[in-house]
């Protein structure tokens, strides 16, 4: 709700003139006990309270027409009316005009007193209402033969004086050029299906048809573009904790060696060196997996136990005995995601010009490392929507980066988004861009002196942007 100041220009009779009620000839006489004007959820609200003083003469009607105008534009906007009626003009009004004018105010007259009338209604706020006045018309009508009694200008929005319009000099950083070789990796996870203690790899077996095919895909990814050059795909295998430590151990290792024969008997990694090894028990699996099912019965004592420093047996012995409820739905639903194999093909990534990297960028935009992408960006610097885009999906790619994080901050400053920008400044490395933003968003959130000391620190490290948004904020101390 915002409630602006007003300038009033009230028409008031002093008191001892009160009785008076000679007039002008085209005047109807009307104090004014107050006006107020008032923009409420995007609607300007009028309150009036008024006395009407002089009479209504028989079979006659004085009405009051409300109106906002400004007269540059000749823009009008007109708000319900008020009828002050004589007592035959009153149910005139109740039997033949109240359909016709179903918001307006009617009111009975009666000769020697005065009438009182508060009045109170809204109409949709438009920008050019801002430079209107409020103004009532009079008029009389007497068998619809309407007279102008006069008009009077009630208030208008007072001029707020405006604090300075000052610049903003948000900063980001290119990331430097990198000269390390682009090293990128291809994961995923195979829940692949066993006899019980065994370890051949049966292809028709359950549902090891489509975790197989996973496997194949990811390593297909990689062979297939022509960009990368394949170092090598590891393969751990791990098992569930139920059962004895040292027989899990067992079976992860020969699954896992199972699955590395069955890839190389396929040709399916031709020219690939595998690396296979078994993991044992899974419970880094089994830690996530109580972490993010709060249903798991008897969860947080299953947690308590599998973090702690027991040896795996005796974890699975206490949990048998200790949560009996909680193991025996761990067995049922969580032991069989840890049952997995996790296979990564890791590979290296040449270097792109441009107009490579806006092709790679639509396609695997993890192949482009950021100076790639911001070089790619640079390209839309003045399409503004389209160089948001890119730096938006960059920061997807390594929310982490402190280079993308300050981009990001200075995106989030240039929309006004202060406490957006203060999110983003958290995970910047301090240097003097980061102090210059963190001043800007100081101000945008009324802080001006705390702004004005993170823009001298700025400058006195040497960053030029931090002088000249001193001299902006200097602009507001004057």
Partial sequence: MFWFPLMVA????????????????????????????????????????????????????????????????????????????S??????????LKNEFPDALAMRKKNGEDLHISYLRTIKYEPWMDNAVLKVKKLSCACKDFKDR???????????????????????LLPPADKNVKVREEKGSAYLCFMVNKWDILPDYLNNPAELQKIHNSVNIVKNDSNVTIRKMVIEGYASPEGSNSHNIMLSEKRTEALQRYLERTGRVKGIRLEASGKGENWDGFVKYLKSH??????????????????PDQKEKRMRAEAAEGYQYALKNAFPELRCTNYNVIYTVRPFTVDESEVVF?????????????????????DEQKYYSIIRKAYLLYPQDSYINLTMAYLSIKKGEADEAAEYLKKVKNSPEKTLNEGIVAYLKGDLDKAIQLAEQAKSQGLAEAAQQLAEFEKLRK
Wanted: no cysteine.
């Fill in 362 to 382: 639509e396609t695997r935009p993890i192949n482009l490392n950021l100076n790639e992408i911001y070089k790619l960006a640079d390209k839309y610097a003045k």
């Fill in 294 to 311: 709060s249903a798991v019965p008897q969860r947080d004592k299953l947690l308590s136990i599998a973090t702690s420093k027991a040896d």
């Fill in 150 to 172: 006069g008009e009077e200008t009630l208030a208008m929005f007072e001029k707020e004086e405006m604090e300075p319009v000052i610049d903003l000099y948000p900063v980001y």
């Fill in 87 to 96: 007592r035959n003009q009153q149910i005139y009004f109740e039997r033949e």
């Fill in 10 to 85: 009230a028409s008031a009779l002093p008191d001892k003139d009160k009785g008076n009620t000679k007039s002008k000839k085209y005047d109807y006489v009307m104090k004014v006990d107050r006006s107020a004007m008032a923009v409420v959820d995007s609607n300007v609200v009028v309150s009036l309270q008024l006395t009407a003083i002089q009479d209504v003469p028989m079979a006659q009607s004085i009405i009051i027409a409300p109106e906002l105008v400004d007269s540059f534009t000749q823009q009008k906007a007109e708000f319900p009316l008020i009828f002050i009626n």
